[in-house]
């Protein structure tokens, strides 16, 4: 019950605890998100969000409003902007705030049937660059994935432009982590029960993807957990 949560501005050599105002001890954090100059964490209480100044972590505050109607299980900020993905109603949906957290929308929910999935470092199938936000969902039935790039963020599922990769031949795919630089967006896959992996990449800001051959340095089982993009 108790889950606060950690930062450093030591270069990771040393962390200070970070707790959200305004909730109780129960509050457990969907998601974390570092903006240009802001911490949002996603809590599962009203208001959903809370967020701190980078420079004073020790302050934080709650949004003001938000209309999502659960704690965002995966968020992005980029630009003052934050975009987050909740479960409910009863399909997964968007949330977006021009505001830096303050004031949060939801934007509207995606196509029955696809999943939003994410890996154990919670990260999940949803990245920020500078063509806009990512997200990337798996329709099981077909071993296929679907890739969203929000301009902004506060377009609507279902008026946003998506594109659909083929990830078989295999089964029980799911969708790991996605990370974008630049122009280049990527998406690691696990399948077949964890044995197989792949990654999907853009260089096109993520108008489109296609497999990347990983066969010449990943010849044995596992999958990838995460993609990281180096600063």
């Avoid at 108008?207 to 995460?226: A, H, M, N, P, R």
Wanted: proline residues 4%; glycine residues 10%; hydrophobic residues 35%.
């Amino acid at each position: 019950a108790y889950t606060p949560g950690y930062y450093t501005d030591a270069s990771g050599s040393s962390y200070s605890e970070w707790r959200a105002s305004g909730v109780s001890l129960e509050s457990i954090p969907g998601d974390l998100a570092c903006g240009n100059d802001r911490l949002y964490a996603s809590l599962d209480m009203t208001p959903y969000l809370s967020f701190a100044p980078a420079a004073a972590p020790e302050s934080s505050t709650s949004a003001t409003s938000n209309t999502a109607p659960r704690e965002f299980s995966s968020m992005a900020a980029r630009n003052g902007t934050l975009f987050g993905i909740h479960y409910g109603d009863p399909f997964y949906g968007a949330g977006y705030s021009s505001d830096a957290g303050a004031n949060v929308v939801a934007t509207g929910n995606f196509e029955a049937g696809y999943t939003f999935l994410s890996s154990t470092e919670s990260e999940g199938a949803l990245a920020a660059s500078d063509a806009g936000y990512h997200v990337g969902l798996v329709y099981q039935a077909t071993a296929t994935c679907k890739f969203y790039r929000f301009s902004s963020g506060a377009e609507s599922p279902a008026a946003t432009a998506s594109n659909t990769v083929e990830c078989g031949p295999y089964t029980d795919v799911e969708l790991t982590s996605m990370a974008a630089s630049g122009s280049t967006v990527a998406a690691a896959y696990r399948a077949n029960g964890g044995s197989s992996t792949g990654i999907l990449v853009s260089s096109d800001g993520g108008l489109s993807f296609e497999k990347l051959d990983v066969s010449s340095v990943w010849s044995s089982q596992g999958y990838i957990t995460s993609i990281q993009p180096i600063r």
